[in-house]
């Protein structure tokens, strides 16, 4: 089989050679990148089926989080570069250019991450201001579940449902009497009003019940 040496950084799904490389490829791989530009034909002094291999193969890296979990790469390219002063006759110098989809943001400045309020402060909010609820299908499953627990039944439920109607994850799904329980716990703790109970009683019910009835004595 032909053999090219690579002019520019080529890189592709499960492959990545650099300018320099000699690489083995089929005819029409070689028609196609041999092109004076991206690479040349390789006149290695061997016939076809010679044991020569590629002087150097690079794969695409992999790029983590702090988290440890691994970032989805958009591109990657590799390009070489002048070597640093001083620095002569040595091997080549060569650099990766990496492109990731960042995760969900890390917390603010107060320690909060976006979208993960505060639940004394959705019950403290001015009524006549808009309400921004927590959704659970904008966050992952670790900071769903950290979210419900802090919160109470009432929202507990809220959360839950909206999670079960949505993506419906298992590692949430399975946990549910754990944080109702949980939940139910800290209403107990916080003196939170008995009405609570009840309008949770009713989200339950799934609504078909009547409202329950408030007065102010």
């Excluded at 005819?27 to 150097?56: I, K, Y």
């Excluded at 921004?132 to 627990?149: G, I, R």
Aim: glycine share 10%.
């Amino acid at each position: 089989m032909p053999h090219i040496r690579v002019l520019e950084a080529i890189a592709g799904a499960d492959f990545s050679w650099a300018p320099g490389d000699v690489v083995e490829v089929s005819e029409e791989e070689a028609a196609s990148w041999a092109d004076g530009h991206r690479a040349v034909l390789a006149d290695d002094g061997q016939e076809q089926g010679g044991d020569r291999v590629p002087s150097a193969v690079h794969q695409e890296p992999l790029v983590a989080g702090e988290d440890g979990e691994p970032l989805e790469v958009l591109a990657a390219t590799l390009e070489e570069i002048e070597p640093p002063a001083g620095v002569e006759d040595g091997p080549r110098w060569v650099r990766w250019s990496v492109t990731v989809r960042l995760p969900v943001p890390s917390a603010d400045g107060d320690g909060q991450t976006p979208g993960m309020e505060d639940p004394a402060a959705l019950e403290n909010q001015d009524p006549e201001e808009p309400a921004v609820a927590f959704n659970p299908d904008e966050h992952s499953n670790k900071e769903v579940l950290a979210y419900l627990d802090t919160v109470g039944e009432q929202e507990a439920l809220r959360v839950l449902d909206t999670e079960a109607a949505g993506q419906n994850r298992a590692g949430i799904a399975k946990n549910r009497d754990q944080v109702l329980e949980a939940a139910r716990s800290r209403d107990v703790a916080e003196g939170r009003s008995p009405q609570r109970e009840v309008a949770a009683d009713f989200s339950r019910g799934g609504g078909g019940a009547e409202p329950p009835e408030t007065r102010s004595w």
